[in-house]
């Protein structure tokens, strides 16, 4: 890099901007962080350096594996948690490193590189400044606007401040915009020598670290992604990690969402453990995650929480990987364990149908406990979800496997609607009968809420109000609420929260379908609707559950209950994983305060 001496005068215009060019400049140069990466070998040991700011190490002697983070100050390498830069580079599925790999990378390093030069402690500081002048002023008689906008002029330095941090990221990296009649900066590094440096990364990982016993346990876990951090943290603990993969292989799943400490115990899937109301499960530690967010947890829901009856745990201990990661991925709920046993299947029920089903039954279970029947209507649930069994059991004898995994993958219509119905009428009428069929309980619940939409599509805008007739205690409920993903566009489509319980009763009315008796649930806090549209127009309406401090996707509908597009299925998803954010990132400071 060119000397930083020579950028000390106020090329910006501030001395306190040039001083922080300089100081990014010096950090930058002598911490060599524009080699993008390195891999050196000696006969005891793998290194590869990203960026020359964080580092992976792999003995070959012992197979332990380590991930460090470079201080700037003095050039030493300190042990973290592999997250960051490492989360970043995917190395499962080999095809999905993409050009956008290479922003997040560079953006990970500017921001080490940052607070390395103390820049946002200097920002915070001169933006302090800034509004003390600005409230002085406006106590003196002065307009708020004009107030700001003069002591924006008396504190320049700010401003300068953010110009100095773009020119400094553009010297390292190149720009993408120009700036007037001058062209986008090419930098030292651009961003296609970022991309393959990464690729070089990976491919490294591949020669020098790939554990293939180690890799393949991490895909028992979650088959569809796997990061660089990923590998690393079960790699941590790799010992533990290949002891249950080979005594319980089936159970794997469960490792991401118990802390690592427990891993290797022997006892660790014991029923006594399990089923223990005061054993581990309740312990500090075993729900402790050290690093939350890796793709093998999947945005896994709730806590771990003991088991009421040995029956519901073996339930669980004897399932297929796939059944228990269905469970796991959802709330952890015993009591959808104990409703499983209940139910029995029948021992050639194809694996990928049981899934289904635990994930219904946790639906289920949501929707049943908040009216607080779940005992009351057990018998009524085990005869809904056996209808249910049957009638893919029916599918496989008479189209086959194949033709079977399809229709659950296309055709699928779910339980979702067919428990709004039980839920609000059914139960109370003793149905499903005993001997129900699939068909038969869909046909009334559709009947239902061909009935329940013609309601709604019967209220005046201004009576929407009268809803409250069909449920009289949400009289005392509030009518507005606040949604923690605010109105925005995602992939081309307009996604709209509905805040007020009227909005909520009126989309059921103008999409035929039963969201308007979710209003309730959105005044307390329990559920979220949102109104999600296409370019072209088309609509679905979107609803989730607000549950055990996360967000969960309940149902997605078009007009009458159709089936969305696949676009506005994809925008639905991403709605609840910004939802699950947006509540872990508000409840961060609690956490960390408990």
């Known amino acids: 890099m060119e000397d930083p001496k020579k950028e000390t005068k106020s090329r910006f215009g501030s001395k306190i901007a040039s001083e922080m060019y300089a100081r990014l400049k010096r950090i930058s140069s002598e911490s060599k962080v524009l080699k993008v990466y390195e891999v050196e070998t000696t006969e005891t040991e793998v290194r590869i350096k990203i960026f020359n700011s964080w580092l992976l190490t792999r003995d070959l002697r012992t197979e332990a594996v380590g991930a460090f983070e470079r201080d700037y100050r003095d050039g030493s390498w300190y042990p973290v948690e592999p997250s960051g830069i490492f989360h970043s580079i995917p190395v499962w599925p080999i095809h999905n490193l993409r050009s956008g790999v290479a922003s997040g990378a560079k953006k990970l390093l500017l921001d080490k590189l940052y607070a390395a030069a103390d820049f946002h402690e200097t920002r915070d500081g001169l933006a302090a400044q800034r509004t003390a002048e600005s409230n002085r002023l406006e106590r003196e008689g002065m307009n708020r606007n004009a107030a700001f906008e003069l002591a924006l002029e008396r504190h320049p330095d700010l401003h300068r401040l953010e110009i100095a941090k773009t020119a400094f990221a553009n010297k390292l990296f190149g720009s993408t915009y120009a700036q007037g009649k001058k062209k986008p ?48 943290y079960f790699a941590a603990n790799r010992e533990a990690v290949l002891k249950v993969w080979k005594e319980r292989r089936n159970l794997v799943p469960l490792l991401p969402y118990i802390g690592r400490d427990y891993w290797g115990g022997d006892e660790l899937f014991s029923t006594a453990n399990w089923t223990a109301q005061a054993g581990p499960l309740v312990s500090p530690g075993f729900n402790s995650i050290a690093v939350r967010g890796l793709p093998s947890q999947n945005a896994g829901r709730g806590m771990f929480s003991p088991f009421a009856s040995v029956k519901a745990y073996q339930w669980l201990a004897r399932s297929k990987n796939t059944v228990v990661k269905t469970w796991a991925r959802a709330r952890k709920d015993p009591q959808v364990a104990e409703f499983m046993a209940e139910l029995n299947l029948p021992k050639d029920t194809a694996v990928l149908v049981i899934a289904n089903i635990v994930d219904q039954m946790d639906g289920a279970l949501l929707k049943i406990r908040r009216e607080e029947q779940i005992g009351e209507h057990r018998q009524r649930v085990i005869r809904t979800f056996r209808a249910y069994a049957a009638h893919w059991a029916a599918v496989r004898k008479e189209r086959g496997y194949r033709q079977m995994i399809t229709a659950l993958t296309y055709e699928n219509q779910g339980t979702g609607d067919v428990f709004d119905y039980l839920v609000n009428e059914g139960f109370a009428q003793d149905l499903p009968a005993r001997n129900a069929t699939w068909a038969s309980i869909l046909r009334r619940s559709d009947e239902w809420h061909r009935r329940i939409a013609e309601r709604y599509r019967n209220l005046a805008p201004a009576a929407y109000g009268v809803y409250q007739a069909v449920r009289p205690d949400d009289e005392n409920l509030p009518r507005e609420w606040t949604s923690l993903v605010p109105e925005q566009t995602i992939l081309d489509c307009r996604v709209r929260p509905l805040g007020k319980y009227d909005d909520v009763v009126a989309e059921g009315g103008e999409m035929a379908h039963c969201v308007g008796s979710y209003a309730a649930q959105c005044a307390r806090d329990s559920y979220r609707v949102y109104s999600i549209t296409e370019p072209d127009g088309a609509r679905a309406t979107l609803g989730f559950w607000l549950h055990d401090g996360s967000a969960r996707f309940d149902q997605l509908q078009g007009y009458g209950n159709s089936r969305p597009s696949d676009l506005l299925q994809k925008v639905g998803h991403k709605v609840v994983a910004l939802y699950a954010e947006a509540i872990a990132a508000e409840r961060g400071p609690e956490r960390e305060a408990a």
């Open 185 to 232: 900066t090419k930098g030292y590094v651009g961003h296609d020598a970022v991309y393959n440096a990464l690729k070089g990364v990976r491919a490294a990982f591949f020669r020098q670290f790939k554990d293939p016993e180690l890799f393949r346990a991490i895909l028992a876990m979650n088959h569809k992604s796997m990061t660089l951090g990923d590998y690393l």
